[in-house]
């Protein structure tokens, strides 16, 4: 018996000593396999603060044409390649630069001076053309879309342009401000106080929709096939189609001034250190922005976020 167990353990010692030379002469998981999606960080999660060389507050920023183009107040005009390098700019006049759209193969920034609308054209960002808007009414924003430009302002204030040179003022219907603009599923959507929401299928006729709330939006965007407008006390609304509204909760009280998509991600900015991004428009994290200052906007393009506001500051993500 004893010689038996001992031939026994000596086979199971042989077995397990096996066992473990054929594991340590496995391969590992391969260097090129990608990593557990879990641990992927996604766009808009960490924030870089870049050197402006301003201290003017940026209300707008846009991407077209291969570059960034951020606009504030005293005219002030920066261009960028990549985000990181700013160089500033001089449209010539003493405007408030609150908005700036790309498309058509030229930049359209808008504002104001003193009361009278601004609104200037650019084909590289570099050199600005200041043009007629007939409007006594400050812009606050702008889009492309449809093969046109549509800037909307104060009192309801709705132009339209094929060019960004030649403007037609439309009728909204609204009397209150319009604080943002934009153009996705085939329309157009305006947004701004007391909860308005105003739809276009061509920026000439619009239609008021229901917003549930009377809170003032003071942005809108269109992404992954959804809008998201966002506003006054963290307020953030959904919609498919632009008509049917729906209303999130991102867990936060701060004012949220801009909002973009790209890289398959929603990102909106706001007062404070506010960043809060989203895969999908409904549930929302809040993102490190390395910054205290109050965010203005925030864009999309050559595969980063920027990020613009109080004091020159730009952030760009990744």
């Known amino acids: 018996m004893r010689s038996k167990t001992r031939v026994n353990i000596s086979w199971l010692s042989g077995f397990l000593a096996l ?49 960034f183009v951020a606009v504030g107040v005293d005219d002030t005009i920066l261009t960028s390649p990549d985000g990181v390098s700013w160089t500033p700019r001089t449209s010539g006049t003493s405007s408030a630069l609150f908005g700036i759209a790309y498309g058509g193969g030229q930049f359209v920034a808008v504002g104001a001076v003193g009361q009278n609308g601004t609104i200037l054209t650019s084909p590289d960002g570099v050199s600005w053309t200041p043009r007629t808007s007939g409007a006594f009414r400050t812009f606050w924003a702008v889009t492309y879309g449809g093969g046109q430009f549509v800037a909307v302002g104060e009192a309801g204030t709705i132009l339209t342009s094929p060019d960004g040179v030649s403007w037609t003022p439309r009728t909204s219907g609204a009397f209150i401000a319009l604080n943002g603009v934009t153009y996705g599923g085939g329309q157009f959507v305006t947004v701004g106080e007391a909860g308005t929401i105003l739809t276009s299928p061509d920026g000439v006729s619009w239609t008021p929709q229901t917003s549930g709330t009377s809170r003032t939006f003071w942005a809108v965007t269109y992404g992954g096939g959804q809008f998201v407008t966002v506003g006054f006390t963290g307020i953030i609304l959904t919609s498919p189609d632009g008509v049917n509204w729906t209303l999130r909760n991102p867990e936060t009280s701060s004012l949220l001034f801009g909002v973009t998509y790209g890289g398959g991600q929603f990102v909106t900015v706001g007062d404070g250190d506010t960043i809060l991004t989203s895969p999908d428009g409904v549930s929302w994290t809040y993102r490190f922005s390395r910054t205290s200052g109050g965010l203005w906007d925030v864009t999309y393009g050559g595969g980063q976020f920027v990020a613009v506001g109080v004091d020159g500051t730009i952030l760009t993500s990744p």
């Open 19 to 67: 066992l473990l030379a054929l594991s340590a002469c496995s391969p590992g998981p391969s260097p090129d396999s990608s990593p557990d999606s879990s641990t992927v960080t996604p766009p808009g999660a960490t924030w870089t603060p870049r050197t402006s060389g301003t201290s003017s507050r940026l209300y707008g920023v846009t991407y077209g044409g291969g570059q």
